[in-house]
């Protein structure tokens, strides 16, 4: 059934492994039990790639142990979407039984992540450099902190942006810079109401975009998690990528990798090839097993404190579990129980409660502190830009914007209908 059975079912409960070791494939096949279809080829795949992961880490070798069945290029397709190629072509030594085809598109898509992450540099410094100058305090979120502040090598953090966050105050002279440095901003469908995105063509080879943020989270309910102060008060060098550049503390990024996370499990992750559904991303664990593995024991205070004050611990648990579960890194086992103790903000978990858009917007008013941003949210609730609606109604391209906009305030108007009388 498998080239390796005893590899094939690495991960696996211990009685399951007990058990097919006491049997053969043949008397599996003659119960009628697959082990491969026991979950979704997506998932199979997901837990070779995660297995492989950390064989690779451990310099080991990472045999192929997928069946003849597997075409390579569905484990390239999750290959892509963990954003883990770049990573595996460091380990390619440990590879080098996976199909040759594989091995030669994970290579070349090394070799452009390499390009880009050199161009982008470029592009970024100097935005980091201009905004210095005019005084203008800044705070790298996300990715491109990451990948300079605990990734090996930059690249292996693959991305398609740089979040950038500013202060509300300066966004007009912001805006002001990045015109002068040749960006251009972007009706961009995945912000809404603190985040706009930009776009810079780099001598011909790739568009470089930036996501401007006056706000950690786009949304107000999440907000309360990620309080801005907090990002520039507790700001850290990140001298990897310039002398002027900073991202946020350890503990500030644990929450927002969680809140992204989930975020993503319930929307999906966009990605070049569309919106993609999946729980997470095998380079978000990478991504929490390094940030753990730098902290101090002051650090995890930090955490557990922050957590506890705005009711956030129980999904970084769950997000630290699930890390556990994909990397087999260590880490504080007291901090993570008392982080699961913790009891949940009641509006943050009804947010995550389901993907209800219409429910999210009701708390997200709720939590917005002043009548002139209720109204500015009920307005971009109501009139989105054209790029939003065009999202939601692909199929509408040639109607009109006010025409969409008609559409979605009907359809929101009937769902409010529906939910009243459902009570």
Not at 96 to 123: F, M, S
Not at 194 to 213: C, K, M, N, P, R
Not at 260 to 284: D, M, T, V
Request: hydrophobic fraction near 40%; include cysteine.
């Amino acid at each position: 059934m498998f080239p390796n059975r005893r590899a094939a079912i690495a991960g696996k409960s211990p009685a399951i492994v007990a058990w097919t070791n006491r049997v053969g494939s043949f008397e599996l096949a003659e119960f009628g039990i697959n082990l491969a279809k026991t979950m979704s080829d997506a998932a199979f795949i997901d837990d070779f790639l995660a297995r492989s992961l950390r064989s690779a880490q451990s310099q080991q070798d990472a045999v192929w142990t997928l069946t003849a069945e597997t075409n390579w290029e569905q484990v390239w397709a999750r290959v892509e979407y963990h954003g883990i190629a770049f990573l595996l072509n460091r380990h390619s030594r440990r590879i080098c039984d996976w199909p040759y085809k594989l091995q030669e598109r994970i290579a070349e898509e090394a070799r452009l992540i390499a390009l880009w992450e050199t161009t982008h540099l470029n592009a970024l410094v100097r935005v980091i450099d201009a905004l210095a100058d005019a005084g203008i305090e800044t705070v790298l979120m996300k990715g491109t902190a990451l990948a300079y502040s605990f990734h090996d090598e930059p690249a292996t953090r693959r991305r398609g942006d740089t979040d950038l966050l500013i202060r509300p105050k300066d966004r007009v002279r912001t805006r002001m810079i990045l015109l002068e440095l040749g960006w251009h901003r972007k009706e961009d469908p995945h912000g809404l109401y603190y985040q706009e995105g930009w776009l810079y063509h780099s001598a011909g080879f790739f568009v470089h975009s930036i996501d401007l943020h006056w706000e950690p989270s786009d949304r107000p309910t999440l907000q309360g998690s990620l309080p801005i102060n907090a990002f520039f008060n507790n700001r850290i060098k990140v001298p990897r990528l310039h002398p002027r550049a900073y991202r946020p503390c350890s503990a500030l990024m644990i929450v927002h990798a969680t809140i992204n996370q989930k975020w993503h499990a319930l929307f999906g992750y966009h990605s070049e090839s569309g919106r993609l559904a999946s729980p997470k991303r095998l380079i978000w664990s990478i991504d929490l097993s390094l940030i753990c593995q730098s902290m101090t024991v002051d650090d995890w205070h930090e955490l557990e404190t922050h957590c506890n004050a705005h009711g956030i611990g129980a999904l970084v648990a769950k997000a630290l579990r699930g890390m556990q579960s994909d990397i087999h890194n260590a880490i504080p086992e007291e901090s993570l129980a008392n982080l699961e103790a913790q009891p949940l903000d009641a509006d943050v978990a009804s947010y995550f409660a389901s993907s209800d858009s219409l429910t999210q917007f009701r708390i997200d008013l709720k939590r917005t502190s002043s009548l002139r941003k209720k109204a500015r949210l009920i307005r971009m609730r109501a009139f989105p830009p054209r790029q939003h609606l065009l999202e939601k109604y692909p199929t509408a391209k040639n109607w009109p914007t006010a025409v969409l906009q008609g559409r979605l305030l009907i359809e929101t108007a009937g769902r409010a209908v529906r939910k009243v009388g459902s009570r």
